[in-house]
């Protein structure tokens, strides 16, 4: 927790979100800080990863507010191109381009939308690299690359647009249970380093290391909010201590 200060970087204040008439959140309230790890825990289908698509503006809401630094992102002038430099997003699925090697699409979004200059983020990119050992796959093809590496490398790009705040979906869900080791280490070194974070994740072990805040939702409604070894070890509601009972962790 000392890593973390009272500066509220994003406030979601009674979020509201329906696909086809059905109820997906409803009435989300959370604030989270900077330098702070929000870990969000829940059963298949409860709006976990429908909260981080809204917060990045992936997904339209019917009702609530998201800021960014007091910024109101409903506003309908709101520049979202502009948004997602500052909120990045890794996905279960990499989203890599197949046809670039690995520098380039690292290189696309610095130097074409936030028009950076090449050789800067270039260093930037090999610094990552090298921190999440893959330098030496800077000239390889997705395909060329295990999932692991893969995941890695998605990370790579979000960092080297200097976000403010990272949000990760199930960034372990489509890997090898040997290649997950690997990208939960990379995100716990970031947590260290003080990154702002908002994770979605089934791994219970790694969600008590890294979180400094459980936020555990159910049928679109944050049912508890408590700090890590409370709620793994003293669950206040009962969907939060059937669902914890559901893991061996």
Known sequence: MDKMNNEVLLEIKGLYKEYENKKVLNNVSLDIHK?????VLGPSGCGKSTLLRCLNGLEPI???DIK???MSLTDKNVKWQE????????FQNYE???HMTVIENILLGPTKVQNRDKNEVLEQAKQLLSRVGLLDRMDAYPRQLSGGQKQRIAIVRALCMNPEVMLFDEVTASLDPEMVR???D?????AKQGMTMAIVTHEMNFARAVADKIVFIDSGSICEVAEPEEFFENPKTERAQH???????
Do not use: A, D, H
């Open 243 to 249: 669902f914890l009972n559901i893991f061996e962790y």
């Open 96 to 98: 890599l381009f197949p």
């Open 186 to 190: 990379v995100i716990l070194e970031l």
């Open 62 to 64: 019917q009702g609530g």
């Open 35 to 39: 330098g702070e790890v929000v870990v």
């Open 83 to 90: 948004v997602r430099q500052k909120i990045g997003m890794v």
């Open 182 to 184: 690997e990208v939960l």
């Open 68 to 70: 960014l630094s007091g």
